[in-house]
C-alpha cells in the first residue's frame, strides 16, 4: 500500500478509488482502531491515511490562488489572545471558517484544562525534554514529516521553524493555555491554516512527488510523538503521576488536536485507547529518510550551541537523543554512538529523576549528573526564549530551490 500514491489514488477514482485501495491493503496495514475508543465515540471507521481536513483544505487552497494570504498574514500578525476578536479586513469565507474554528469543543473540560495546566508547570522538565528533543527526533524518522518539512518553506530555514514551533509548545504547556488570555486557541487555529495551506503548496513542488500531505493519520503520528511519547517515558521514569493528572494531562492534548483539525472520531478518548492507536501507527509511520537525517543532524547542532559552554555539548546533545528515543530511531537518524556518554546517560538520568522527585537524597546523585541537568535546563531555557522572536505565518512558496 505505501507504494500506491494517495494523489493518483484520488485524481484516479475519488472515494471509489480509496475503498478499492483499501481492500487490496496488506493486512500490516489495514486501519482496525476503533471509532468507540475515540471522544465522538462512534464513526464511520475511515482509513485516516485518506482523510484530510476538506474545509480547510479548499479555503486555504482558494485563499493562496487569489494571492490574499500575504495581506492575510499582516492582520493576524497582532491576532495574539484566545479571547481576542478576528481582526477586520479578513476575507469573509476566512473569518466564517476562523469563527467556528477557534471556538472550544463542547466536551472541553475547564476544570480538567486547569489542572493540565498545574501539571504541565510542575512536570515541565520532562514535559519540555520529551516534546523538544524528543519529540524533534520522533519527527525527523517520521518520513512523511521530514520531507514535508525538509521541502515546504520553513525547511530551508530550521532555527525559524525551531522557534516558531517552540511558540506551539510555550502555548500549550502556558498556565492560561485555554483561558481567555492565553495563547493556544490562536496558535492552533494559526497552524491547522499552516497546514491547510502546505497541502496546496507541497504538491506543486518539483522534489515532493508524493501523496497529499497531512492526512489525518499523518498528524495522529505526530500527536503520539508528543503526549503519548512523553506519557510513557515519564511512567517508564517511575515518575509519579495521580490518575487526575494523567486525564488532564491527556485531556489538554485532545483539545488541542480538535482545534488543530484532527477529527473527533480519530481522537483517543483514554490512554488505553491513545497506546492503541498509536502502537497501530506508529512503527508502520517511521524509518529512515537522507531528509531526516540532514534535520537531526541541524537539530543537534543547534541544541549543541545551547549547551556550548558544557564544553562536551554535542556528544552529550547525541547521547540525550538517543536515550530519548531507543537505538532504532538514533540509529535511523544517523544520530553518532557516544561511547562515554551513551551509557553515563542511561545510568545517571533515572538518578536525576529519582532526586528530583525526592526519592533519593543528594550524595546518591554523582557530579557528571548535573551536567546533564545543566544541559536540558539549557534546552529548555532556549526553548523557551527562541518562540518570542517570531509569529506563526502562512507561507506562500514552498522551499527555495
Ligand atoms: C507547521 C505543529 C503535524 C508538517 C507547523 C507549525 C506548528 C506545527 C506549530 C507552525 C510552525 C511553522 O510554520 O513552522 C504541528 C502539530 C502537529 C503537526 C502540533 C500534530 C499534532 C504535522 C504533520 C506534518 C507537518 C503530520 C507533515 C506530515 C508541517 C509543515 C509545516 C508545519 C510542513 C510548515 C512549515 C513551513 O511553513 O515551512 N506544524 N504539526 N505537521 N507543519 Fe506541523
Not at 31 to 53: E, H, Y
Not at 305 to 310: A, D, I, M, N, V
Request: with cysteine; proline share 7%; charged share 20%.
Amino acid at each position: 500500500m505505501a507504494e500506491l500514491s494517495r494523489r493518483r489514488m484520488l485524481v484516479s477514482g475519488g472515494a471509489l478509488g480509496a475503498l478499492g485501495a483499501l481492500a487490496m491493503a496488506s493486512p500490516a496495514y489495514a486501519w482496525t482502531w476503533s471509532p468507540q475508543g475515540s471522544i465522538a465515540g462512534a464513526g464511520a471507521g475511515a482509513d485516516p491515511r485518506w482523510v484530510w481536513d476538506e474545509e480547510a483544505d479548499a479555503l486555504l487552497a482558494s485563499l493562496l490562488d487569489r494571492g490574499a494570504i500575504p495581506e492575510v498574514n499582516r492582520l493576524l500578525w497582532d491576532w495574539n489572545r484566545n479571547d481576542q476578536p478576528l481582526p477586520d479586513g479578513l476575507p469573509a469565507d476566512l473569518r466564517d471558517f476562523m469563527e467556528r474554528a477557534r471556538r472550544m469543543p463542547s466536551w472541553a473540560d475547564q476544570a480538567k484544562l486547569e489542572l493540565a495546566a498545574q501539571f504541565n508547570k510542575s512536570r515541565g522538565i520532562y514535559l519540555n525534554l520529551c516534546n523538544g528533543v524528543g519529540g524533534g527526533m520522533l519527527a525527523t524518522a517520521i518520513p512523511n514529516e521530514a520531507r514535508a518539512v525538509y521541502y515546504s518553506k520553513g525547511g530551508a530555514d530550521m532555527e525559524d521553524r525551531v522557534a516558531k514551533t517552540s511558540i506551539f509548545g510555550f502555548a500549550v504547556g502556558a498556565l492560561n493555555a485555554y483561558r481567555p488570555d492565553g495563547t493556544c486557541v490562536v496558535e492552533c487555529v494559526k497552524t491547522r491554516l499552516v497546514h491547510a495551506a502546505v497541502r496546496h503548496l507541497l504538491q506543486q513542488s518539483p522534489h515532493w512527488g508524493g501523496d497529499i500531505p497531512i492526512s489525518q493519520e499523518d498528524m495522529l503520528v505526530t500527536w503520539h510523538t508528543l503526549p503519548t511519547f512523553a506519557m510513557r517515558k515519564m511512567l517508564e521514569w517511575q515518575v509519579p503521576i495521580r490518575p487526575a493528572e494523567s486525564a488532564a494531562y491527556l485531556h489538554v492534548w485532545q483539545v488541542t488536536a480538535h482545534l488543530l483539525g484532527i477529527k473527533e472520531e480519530y481522537i483517543p478518548a483514554t490512554w488505553d485507547a491513545a497506546n492503541a492507536q498509536s502502537d497501530q501507527i506508529l512503527p508502520r509511520n517511521m524509518g529512515p529518510t537522507t531528509e531526516g537525517v540532514e534535520l537531526t543532524d541541524i537539530l543537534l547542532s543547534q541544541l549543541a550551541e545551547q549547551t556550548s559552554p558544557l564544553s562536551v555539548s554535542r556528544p552529550l546533545c547525541n547521547a540525550l537523543a538517543r536515550y530519548l528515543v531507543g537505538d532504532q530511531v538514533a540509529d535511523w537518524n544517523g544520530i553518532r554512538r557516544e561511547p562515554i556518554w551513551d551509557p553515563l546517560i542511561r545510568s545517571l538520568w533515572p538518578k536525576l529523576v529519582k532526586f528530583r522527585e525526592g526519592l533519593v537524597p543528594l550524595p546518591l546523585v554523582p557530579e557528571t549528573a548535573w551536567i546533564i541537568d545543566e544541559a536540558v535546563r539549557r534546552y529548555i531555557l532556549f526553548f523557551l526564549t527562541k518562540g518570542k522572536e517570531t509569529k506563526i505565518e502562512i507561507p506562500t512558496a514552498n522551499r527555495p530551490g
